[in-house]
Protein backbone atom coordinates (compact mmCIF):
# COMPACT_ATOMS: atom_id res chain seq x y z
CA UNK A 1 0.00 0.00 0.00
CA UNK A 2 1.13 3.62 -0.72
CA UNK A 3 1.91 5.62 2.28
CA UNK A 4 0.59 8.88 2.79
CA UNK A 5 4.42 10.63 2.06
CA UNK A 6 3.65 9.34 -1.56
CA UNK A 7 0.21 11.59 -1.64
CA UNK A 8 1.96 14.94 -2.41
CA UNK A 9 4.52 13.73 -5.34
CA UNK A 10 1.67 11.39 -6.98
CA UNK A 11 -0.61 14.66 -7.18
CA UNK A 12 2.18 16.62 -8.37
CA UNK A 13 2.86 13.93 -10.89
CA UNK A 14 -0.55 13.69 -12.42
CA UNK A 15 -1.02 17.38 -12.30
CA UNK A 16 1.88 17.54 -14.57
CA UNK A 17 0.90 14.67 -16.70
CA UNK A 18 -2.83 16.05 -16.64
CA UNK A 19 -1.62 19.40 -17.94
CA UNK A 20 0.47 18.54 -20.74
CA UNK A 21 -1.90 15.70 -21.75
CA UNK A 22 -4.71 18.04 -22.09
CA UNK A 23 -2.93 20.45 -24.11
CA UNK A 24 -1.15 18.40 -26.54
CA UNK A 25 -3.39 15.84 -26.39
CA UNK A 26 -6.62 17.44 -25.83
CA UNK A 27 -6.27 20.85 -27.47
CA UNK A 28 -4.40 19.96 -30.44
CA UNK A 29 -5.17 16.52 -31.26
CA UNK A 30 -9.10 16.47 -30.06
CA UNK A 31 -8.64 13.66 -27.68
CA UNK A 32 -11.96 13.99 -25.41
CA UNK A 33 -11.67 14.94 -21.53
CA UNK A 34 -12.27 11.31 -20.26
CA UNK A 35 -9.34 10.10 -22.32
CA UNK A 36 -6.95 11.91 -21.04
CA UNK A 37 -8.00 11.78 -17.43
CA UNK A 38 -7.95 8.22 -17.47
CA UNK A 39 -4.94 8.39 -19.63
CA UNK A 40 -3.17 10.66 -16.88
CA UNK A 41 -4.00 8.17 -13.99
CA UNK A 42 -2.75 5.40 -15.76
CA UNK A 43 0.40 7.24 -16.86
CA UNK A 44 0.86 8.71 -13.62
CA UNK A 45 0.93 5.19 -11.39
CA UNK A 46 2.63 3.07 -13.51
CA UNK A 47 5.49 5.66 -14.02
CA UNK A 48 6.07 6.41 -10.46
CA UNK A 49 5.62 2.63 -9.43
CA UNK A 50 8.41 1.94 -11.50
CA UNK A 51 10.41 5.20 -12.60
CA UNK A 52 10.37 7.29 -9.44
CA UNK A 53 10.68 4.26 -6.70
CA UNK A 54 12.10 1.63 -8.49
CA UNK A 55 14.43 3.01 -10.86
CA UNK A 56 15.47 6.60 -9.58
CA UNK A 57 16.35 5.12 -6.47
CA UNK A 58 18.62 2.21 -7.88
CA UNK A 59 19.73 4.02 -10.78
CA UNK A 60 19.65 7.68 -10.52
CA UNK A 61 17.94 10.78 -12.56
CA UNK A 62 19.19 10.05 -15.89
CA UNK A 63 18.39 6.37 -16.27
CA UNK A 64 14.52 7.03 -14.67
CA UNK A 65 13.64 9.99 -17.00
CA UNK A 66 14.73 7.98 -19.57
CA UNK A 67 12.28 5.23 -18.19
CA UNK A 68 9.70 7.58 -17.84
CA UNK A 69 9.78 8.89 -21.18
CA UNK A 70 9.82 5.20 -22.56
CA UNK A 71 7.18 4.10 -20.22
CA UNK A 72 5.06 7.64 -20.88
CA UNK A 73 5.33 6.86 -24.92
CA UNK A 74 3.99 3.73 -25.01
CA UNK A 75 1.38 4.02 -22.84
CA UNK A 76 0.25 7.28 -24.54
CA UNK A 77 0.71 4.98 -27.78
CA UNK A 78 -1.35 2.02 -26.52
CA UNK A 79 -4.14 4.01 -24.44
CA UNK A 80 -4.35 6.28 -27.34
CA UNK A 81 -5.28 3.52 -29.98
CA UNK A 82 -7.33 2.26 -27.04
CA UNK A 83 -9.61 5.67 -26.49
CA UNK A 84 -9.32 7.27 -29.36
CA UNK A 85 -11.69 5.60 -33.02
CA UNK A 86 -8.67 6.37 -35.43
CA UNK A 87 -5.34 5.45 -35.30
CA UNK A 88 -2.67 7.44 -32.89
CA UNK A 89 0.43 8.00 -34.85
CA UNK A 90 3.93 7.36 -32.17
CA UNK A 91 5.40 10.18 -33.55
CA UNK A 92 2.58 13.02 -32.86
CA UNK A 93 0.67 13.27 -29.71
CA UNK A 94 2.54 10.57 -28.06
CA UNK A 95 6.02 11.62 -28.94
CA UNK A 96 5.41 15.62 -27.89
CA UNK A 97 3.53 14.39 -24.64
CA UNK A 98 6.21 12.10 -23.45
CA UNK A 99 9.25 14.30 -24.50
CA UNK A 100 7.60 17.40 -22.47
CA UNK A 101 6.16 15.47 -19.81
CA UNK A 102 10.38 13.70 -19.40
CA UNK A 103 11.34 17.15 -19.49
CA UNK A 104 9.40 17.86 -16.33
CA UNK A 105 9.63 14.34 -14.82
CA UNK A 106 13.81 15.52 -14.76
CA UNK A 107 12.80 18.13 -12.62
CA UNK A 108 10.32 16.09 -10.09
CA UNK A 109 13.02 13.67 -9.55
CA UNK A 110 15.15 16.24 -8.47
CA UNK A 111 11.97 17.34 -6.00
CA UNK A 112 11.10 13.80 -5.18
CA UNK A 113 14.87 12.43 -3.98
CA UNK A 114 14.84 15.79 -2.00
CA UNK A 115 11.67 15.17 -0.20
CA UNK A 116 11.84 11.30 0.37
CA UNK A 117 15.12 11.88 1.61
CA UNK A 118 13.80 14.61 3.83
CA UNK A 119 11.60 12.33 5.29
CA UNK A 120 13.29 9.39 6.01
CA UNK A 121 15.63 11.16 7.89
CA UNK A 122 13.30 12.62 9.92
CA UNK A 123 11.19 9.25 10.49
CA UNK A 124 14.65 7.20 11.43
CA UNK A 125 15.49 7.07 15.39
CA UNK A 126 18.73 9.30 16.49
CA UNK A 127 21.53 7.21 17.32
CA UNK A 128 23.04 7.36 20.89
CA UNK A 129 19.78 9.49 22.15
Known sequence: MIKLKHFAPLLIKF???FAVLYVVAGLFYEWS???VLW????LTVVAYLIGDLWILSTAG???ATLIDFILGLS?????????????????????????????GEWL????LVERL??????????LGK
Open 61 to 63: NVM
Open 108 to 111: FHKY
Open 117 to 126: DRHEMKSRPM
Open 75 to 103: ILWILGNVFLDRAVSMVREPMISALIIAA
Open 39 to 42: TSIV
Open 15 to 17: IMV
Open 33 to 35: FSS
